[in-house]
């Protein structure tokens, strides 16, 4: 908006229409007073002030102007019809005015000085909120360099209280701070501890990682400054923030100890189950014979309870057999022969042994899904034992029922081997677990035996051959258990 000033009313309307018809818009005063009070309730984009005005001069207008801090960069343009002298002229500019115009006014070079001041203040007023912006933007970005500054001196506090070895890195591994115990394993706040030299480089480890923007959890063997020993560390590196990846903290966590004990309570089964799978074999031999000796007298009573006796000899000799297993896996020893075989014979061997173990059962078993023909590569002893461990369950878990179903599908590329049982079921938040080793589901564990190392020893001998293992299941409505194997899998390079 521009605002007129001038005493006399004819001047006042002539200037307006002409500014009005340029589409402006146009503001009056009849007085410096009235002036002055309109300056102060309103923002005016350029004021054209008349010099010769009674009480107060356009010049002491223009002054009082350019003494409040609101308008005193707001564009001046005096006319005057009087004043024209030299002298009066730099008044004007002395004053505050932009420019001085003298009557009679030629309308195009005023509408010229006019539009050219309106611009003018027009970008002054643009660059003023730049202006306003960027400070506002410098001033939230210093805030939030502070608050951050403030957060990562917490996190680094945090991580020099904790009694692991902490660092934090950026997304390419960049280290950016290490707490003191890092300076037990290395002389270098940007270097890794040396590691292991069977065991891949944590840097390495770590590029690879970051590089698809996940976590990193592995274990690794480093060694302290000025020792010559190894122990073990549990490496976990996470990003800061959930949703921003390019800030990670890492610690190392010692577990030597708990490797240590690990590989002792292994070598203790180890040799528990050698020494026991000696004698175990000779009561076997020996309680064949006197099955043999005592069933020629089929009255003879003593029979039944050698017959109980054979069966306790091959649950132990089953968890022995378990446990062996268990400590040739942990020791990276067990064996996996593989071949083509047929599959059909496979499931039907499994099947024979359970039913001739079984004989007592009421629960029938049947056979789903053609294979006959169908060659795969692999372990079929292993591959039995797994089939073998899940009948051996259905009969345990789905005791009562009336039917356990053998189920062989051909998926693609994959052969799918089930096991599906209508007993107890297991709950959903437990499946996952179920082939961790060592586990047995807490509703079940008083009421049956084992060791929970079965269905792990079946998950390493299936991982094993490329294949996948799982189960499915709902509480109450009994399980499936299934495996998967390759029909062309990717064969073994020696």
């Known amino acids: 908006m521009i605002l007129i000033v001038d005493d006399n009313p004819d001047n006042i309307f002539s200037l307006q229409k002409l500014l009005e018809s340029k589409n402006f818009k146009v503001d009056t005063a009849h007085s410096g007073e009235e002036a002055l009070k309109k300056i102060l309730k309103h923002n005016y984009a350029l004021i054209i002030l008349d010099v010769q005005m009674p009480d107060m001069d356009g010049f002491e207008v223009a002054e009082n102007i350019a003494g409040f801090s609101k308008t005193k960069e707001t564009p001046i343009i005096f006319l005057s019809a009087v004043n024209t002298d030299k002298r009066f002229i730099t008044k004007g500019y002395n004053s505050g005015g932009l420019d001085y115009v003298t009557k009679p006014v030629d309308p195009d070079i005023l509408m010229l000085k006019v539009k050219t001041f309106y611009r003018l203040y027009e970008q002054t007023q643009a ?7 960027l400070e506002l933007e410098v001033e939230r970005r210093k805030q939030a360099q502070k608050e951050l500054r403030s957060k990562v001196d917490y ?14 890195c950026d997304y390419q591994g960049n280290i950016d701070f290490v707490n003191g115990r890092w300076f037990q394993f290395s002389d270098s706040a940007s270097s890794f501890p040396e590691t292991h030299p069977d065991d891949m480089p ?15 959890e592995m274990e690794v063997r480093i060694r302290k400054r000025d020792v010559m020993d ?28 708990q490797k240590r004990a690990e590989k002792e309570k292994d070598e203790f089964l ?22 043999r000796k005592l069933k020629l007298d089929r009255e003879c009573a003593e029979a039944k309870y050698v ?15 378990d446990l062996l297993d268990l400590s040739k896996i942990d020791n990276g020893k067990l064996g996996i022969n593989k071949k083509m075989f047929l599959l059909e014979h496979m499931v039907q061997n499994a099947i024979d042994s359970i039913v001739q173990t079984h004989d007592q059962s009421n629960m029938n078993l049947y056979r789903e899904g053609d294979i006959s023909g169908l060659m795969v590569y692999g372990d079929e002893i292993r591959l039995e034992q797994v ?31 089930s096991v599906i049982d209508f007993g107890i079921g297991i709950p959903a938040n437990k499946q996952k677990e179920v082939f961790d080793k060592f586990y047995r589901v807490e509703e079940t564990s008083f009421d049956f035996q084992g060791l929970g190392i079965g269905l792990y020893i079946c998950s390493e001998i299936i991982r094993s051959h490329q294949g996948e293992i799982a189960v499915e299941s709902s509480a109450g409505k009994g399980a499936t258990f299934y495996f998967t194997l390759p029909l062309n899998p990717v064969t073994d390079v020696k």
């Open 270 to 291: 180890s040799i528990a189950s050698h020494e026991l799978k000696t004698p175990l074999t000779s009561i076997k031999a020996y309680m064949q014979l006197l099955d």
């Open 387 to 417: 089939l073998v461990n899940f009948l051996t369950n259905a009969y345990k878990y789905a005791a009562g029922t009336e039917k356990v179903i053998v189920q062989c599908t051909v998926i693609n590329d994959f052969v799918k081997v």
């Open 307 to 321: 017959s109980r006796v054979q069966g306790q000899v091959e649950k132990l000799n089953s968890l022995i057999t």
């Open 127 to 133: 660059l003023k909120e730049i202006q306003q912006t």
């Open 230 to 257: 190894y122990s073990y560390q549990l490496l976990r590196v996470w990003p800061i923030l959930e949703n921003s990846k390019n800030n990670w903290i890492g610690t190392f966590t010692d577990i030597d100890a």
């Open 202 to 216: 944590i840097a390495t480890a770590l590029n690879e990682s970051l590089g698809f923007g996940r976590p990193l």
């Open 155 to 168: 996190l680094h506090t945090l991580l020099e209280s904790l009694p692991q070895i902490a660092f934090s």
